[in-house]
Structures are given as C-alpha cells and as structure tokens.
C-alpha cells in the first residue's frame, strides 16, 4: 500500500464495515462513517508503520478490492514472535472472489518471512461469516474475549490464533 492508495482502502474500509457490521453495530454509527475522515486515518497509521508492521491492497480491475494490515501484537505479555492481523476488508461487491483468501495467504507469508512465528486476530462473536473464513484459514479461538465498545453498544470480541 501506498499513500495514494489510502482513498481507495478507505473506501473498502467503509464499505466493509457496513456491509459486515449491519446489525451488529448500531446504524447510526455504521452510518456516519466517512470515507474521508478515515482515509486521513489510513495516511496517518501508513506513515508511521514501522519495519515490521505492513499494509497490503489487493487489485481487482485495476482498482483496490481489499486491504490487510499486520504487525506486532498490541496485547500486553505478546512476545516478539507474536504478531497481530490488525484489519482485513474486502469490497462488499467482492467478497466471495477469493480476494480475501488471497490478502490473507500474503498476510500469513510476509508475517513468517519477518520472523513472526504466530498471528491473531480479533473477530465480533457475532460476525458468523468472517469467523468461517477465518476458521477455513486455519485460525482457531484461542478462548481470550473482550469487551468493545462502538457508538455507545458494547459487542464482544473474540481471538484466533494461527501457528505460522
């Protein structure tokens, strides 16, 4: 990923949220998600991803189907081997092409190339499809939960790891 793909990712990033979080998230909150407010976001965590933390797009057409972005896992106690899928989103219209699947073998490649020996993530309980795809990825429920809070609704959080 590039800065001037940051428009694009946002746009995926949205899209992805709404499409993925309609009923598990509260509608105002998937509603006043901007594009643009987010793409500023996404040019801010590009320019200060360290060595080994890495966005990745996926192309379709010419035009970004998917983003995923990985690096260092953020929970207290990780180790240096430990690394976390912080974001994988398709475009809506996509999903199902195997653009995903493809973001996520390039995840799970570059993470074992930087030295990281495994990788979490954190899925809503809720979210039955996305814990499907990442069940069929090899990742398991490692048991670890936590609690999220999203325009005022607390959701639960669940973590699957994976051996790289």
Known sequence: MV???CAAV??????GW???????????????MSVEA?????REHLARAGERVAHLVAER????AGWAAF?????PGAGPGDAELYA???????VGAGVGRALTDDVVARAAGLGFTELSLWVLEGNARARRFYARAGFV???????????????TEVRYVRSL
Request: glycine share 14%; net charge negative.
């Open 10 to 15: 946002a746009g995926v990033r949205v899209s």
């Open 141 to 155: 429920p490692d048991g670890a939960r936590e609690p999220w809070e999203v325009g005022g609704t607390t959701v």
């Open 3 to 5: 800065e001037a793909d």
């Open 88 to 94: 994988l989103y398709v475009r809506p219209d996509v």
């Open 38 to 42: 987010d793409a500023e976001l996404r």
């Open 61 to 64: 057409g010419g035009e970004v």
């Open 71 to 75: 690096g260092p896992d953020r929970a």
């Open 18 to 32: 709404r499409s993925a979080y309609r009923g598990l998230l509260p509608d105002a909150y998937l509603d006043a």
